[in-house]
Structure formats: C-alpha cells, structure tokens
C-alpha cells in the first residue's frame, strides 16, 4: 500500500485538534511528564533501496509503561516545488515499531516505502517519536510522549 505524503503542519494541526477533542474533564490528573532518563535516537545514516523503500534505525530506552509503546518516524528531503505545500517542507511516514519499556536501551528500525521517486539519496530530515497509548479519564487510550528526537540524516543507496 503507497504512503501518501502529508505536511507536518496538517498532521500535527489535525493530531492537536483530536487531543483538544478528547480532552478529559477539568478534575481528572494529567499524565505523569515523561521521564527524564528515557531517550530516542537516530542513527546518522538510513539506507534507501532501489525501489524506493527507506530503512531508519537508532536506539531508544522507556520505562514505566502501561501501554503499548511504539516508536515512530518520518523523513523529509529539501524544498523543491514537488516536494513541498507551500513552504511546508512534506514528509513520509517511514514505518513503526513496538517499543518495550524496561530501562534498558534498545535498538529500533522502521521501514517504509513512500510514494515512487518522493525520496532520493542525500541529506533528508528525520523526526522519531517514542509514544505510548495509555488508558486515561475514561478514554481507551490517550497518547504519551516518553522520548522525540528530529536529526538531520544521510539518505544512502542501499
């Protein structure tokens, strides 16, 4: 199934309109601040293969969840008119990976194959986020930021 690109301002416009829609009531207590020791990486160099297909990796160390815990990443590559909104630079989604909490440090990768020829070796932009989905306030799930990390990258063949 293709990814579709979509703006990091629209993606995170529609992911702040959802929490603001699920807000718990004012007496309910807010989540814990995500532990200071707990961390997310990125590795220097990702890899994109022949057809299109992008592999990123780093580490990543969490703690003390409850839920399921997933780290999740996206890339983007400079700003020429086809791959940008405007000056709102596109990025791809690249995959997701179960997370297990336990203190120790980990490593991670994530594949995706993003629309054809969207991404080409070279500089790129990647941003990973360690997220847990907690039960909360009557909600099922409500989502908890432990670790992000945004690091510049090196697209590499391969």
């Known amino acids: ?36 020791k707990e961390m997310v990486t990125v ?10 297909t992008v592999k990123i990796s780093g580490t990543y160390r969490c703690r003390n969840n409850v839920g399921p815990v997933f780290v999740s990443s996206n890339v983007g590559q400079g700003a020429s008119s086809s791959d940008t909104l405007g000056s709102v630079t596109v990025r791809y989604a690249i995959g997701g990976t179960h997370a297990v909490c336990d203190g120790a440090k980990h490593r991670w990768e994530n594949t995706g194959k993003p629309a054809p020829r969207t991404l080409k070796a070279g500089k790129a932009k990647v941003e990973v986020t360690l997220m847990e989905l907690r039960p909360w306030g009557g909600l099922p799930l409500m989502p908890h930021f432990h670790a992000q990390s945004q690091q510049d990258i090196t697209l590499a063949k391969g």
């Open 1 to 36: 199934m293709p990814v579709r690109p979509v703006p990091a301002v629209l993606a995170s416009a529609g992911a702040a309109l959802l929490l603001l829609a699920a807000a718990p009531s004012a007496d309910a207590a807010p989540p814990a601040p995500a532990d200071t």
């Open 43 to 52: 590795d220097k160099t990702a890899r994109i293969a022949a057809d299109g």
